[in-house]
């Protein structure tokens, strides 16, 4: 069993800034894709970021040149540094980590999810 935590939400103001963290812990050998995701009110939940194993990097275009995903390996933390923020970033923010075992296999677990709200 892997669990999953999220910190680093909050409400701040538009144009500024916060940073996510999603720790792992429990049955981890090691971790393959890990991906931000957020859900608005009334929207589907879309991904916003993804980061390799390699360490390549997917963003979607609403939040391409604002946002920067990053993992640490040694710590199983993926971390959403999001600059400029916008009223429409408002939304709970999901991590979701691809986790190979110790026994060799492959699961795909969720984060509980975190609340960002961007508002003057």
């Known amino acids: 069993q892997v669990h999953l935590v999220e910190s680093g939400g909050g409400l701040v103001q538009p144009g500024d800034s916060l940073r996510l963290s999603c720790t792992a812990s429990?049955?981890?050998?090691?971790?393959?894709?890990m991906d931000w995701y957020r859900q608005a009110p009334g929207k589907q939940r879309e991904k916003v970021a993804s980061?390799?194993?390699?360490?390549?990097?997917n963003y979607s275009g609403s939040v391409k040149g604002r946002f920067t995903i990053s993992r640490d390996d040694a710590k199983n933390t993926v971390s959403l540094q999001m600059n400029s923020l916008k009223p429409e970033d408002t939304a709970v923010y999901y991590c979701n980590v691809d986790v190979v075992t110790g026994e060799g296999l492959q699961y795909d677990y969720w984060g509980q999810g975190i609340q960002v709200t961007v508002s003057s």
């Open positions: 980061i390799a194993r390699s360490g390549s990097t």
């Open positions: 429990g049955n981890i050998f090691t971790m393959m894709s």
